[in-house]
């Protein structure tokens, strides 16, 4: 019985937190693939959109880590770029990130729950909601 409870003191002192295995697995370079909005009257559409996502893993001791990304999407003929950095913190059970944009004097700017629908090797889904509008991004890793 000593032996079963010294194993599993050692085994729990090597174990991570979910939330950094997330973010390891959250870790590297997106492109997306896929960008789906939804307005607020239910009109669903898939504008034409490119970009890229990159999102560092947690560094010891630290509950966030630092992201960018810069996405261009065209809505009707309408050009639309955002490119932002910041950091990002797992949230509820890492199903949700919380994105601190920070602007060109290093103040945080904006701050935007995401959540995390699919997170695999090879693809990275997430939605937002902002201006009525909810927001789907497919990324694919690099």
Known sequence: MKRLLY????????????????SKDLAGTWELTSYKRTDAEGL?????ASG????????????SS?????????VSGSLDSTTQQGTYKLVEKSNF????????????????????LTLTQTDLEIEFSKNSNTDILLFRRN
Do not use: H
């Not at 194993?7 to 997330?22: A, H, Y």
């Not at 669903?44 to 034409?48: F, L, T």
């Not at 890229?52 to 509950?63: G, I, L, Q, R, V």
């Open 97 to 116: 990130m919380y994105v601190a944009e920070i602007d060109s004097l290093n103040q945080i700017s904006s701050y935007t729950k995401y959540r995390i």
């Open 44 to 48: 669903i559409i898939y504008p034409i």
């Open 52 to 63: 890229k996502a990159d999102f560092n893993a947690y560094e010891k001791s630290n509950d």
């Open 7 to 22: 194993f599993l003191v050692v085994l729990g002192s090597f174990s991570c937190s979910k939330e950094v295995r997330v």
């Open 66 to 74: 630092a992201y960018s990304w810069s996405i261009i999407t065209d």
